[in-house]
């Protein structure tokens, strides 16, 4: 599969094209400058490979949750791109792709994900690695536990029996550090609060996962909004 992924849920920006198993990206920490940044690096990563937007497979994006104007960009431009080229969309999970990345660290299980989502709260998800084991062989692959959601560093739910694999990740653990280090310290073998979440992840879980919809269909997921409205309702 040929497959143009971007990610932009974050202070970091990314893009990458997935050509049948290798994973080329352009990647920047560049709070406020996704605008400016993304299409160049899409642009970049087709002339170095030498194909139009029309010749891929699929196009792929954060979907989030993550900063609420980073997570429509990378939704818009995506859309944009799909429209254009006549191509589908594979929304995929930020938190996700955050997991996948520390889930090839050595030894680990589980991944817990926590971006800081302001106003004292984490988006949070509980991932597991697949692997031949589990029935499923091959990396690119992860299978959320639960749900993902967005919380009080107090109220988030493990959801997993850790045993000696767990692993946390993202700046939720920076901002709370002590909450989510008090809840499930003892559980957790590492801590990676300064990974950021990037298209070649985005790209591998597509890749292993090509759930596509229509370009009109590929919507951002917030989270917040969502509960929001539950409690509205309720």
Same mark, same amino acid.
């Given at each position: 599969m040929k497959i143009l992924a971007l990610e932009t849920a974050t202070e970091a920006c990314s893009a990458a094209l997935y050509l049948t198993g290798e994973v080329r990206e352009r *990647?920047?920490?560049a709070p406020r400058r996704h605008t400016e940044l993304i299409l160049p690096m899409v642009g970049e990563l087709l002339a170095e490979s030498g194909l139009q937007i029309r010749q891929l497979d699929a196009l792929a994006f954060g979907r989030g949750p993550g900063a609420f104007?980073?997570? &429509?960009?990378?939704?818009?431009?995506?859309?944009?791109?799909?429209?254009?080229a006549g191509l589908p969309l594979i929304p995929v999970s930020t938190?996700?792709?955050?997991a996948l990345e520390v889930l090839?660290?050595?030894?680990?299980?589980?991944?817990?994900?926590?971006?800081?989502?302001r106003m004292g709260e984490v988006y949070w998800g509980v991932y597991q690695r697949l692997s031949a084991g589990t029935g499923t062989a091959g990396s690119g692959r992860v299978r959320l536990?639960?749900?993902e959601q967005?919380?009080?560093?107090d109220k988030v739910r493990l959801c997993a029996d850790l045993g000696d694999g767990g692993v946390g990740v993202g700046a939720g653990w920076k901002a709370h550090e002590e909450v989510l280090g008090r809840r499930f310290g003892k559980g957790v &073998?590492?801590? *990676?609060?300064? &990974?950021l979440p990037r298209a070649a992840q985005i790209a591998r879980l597509?890749?292993?996962?090509?759930r596509t919809v229509a370009p009109e269909e590929a919507v951002p997921v917030y989270l917040r909004d969502r509960v929001a409205s539950v409690r509205a309702g309720s």
């Open positions: *990647f920047e920490v104007t980073g997570v &429509r960009i990378a939704a818009g431009v995506a859309q944009g791109l799909a429209l254009g938190l996700a792709a955050l090839e660290e050595p030894g680990a299980t589980h991944a817990l994900v926590a971006l800081d989502a536990l639960g749900a967005v919380a009080a560093p &073998r590492a801590i *990676f609060p300064d &990974r597509a890749a292993h996962d090509a």
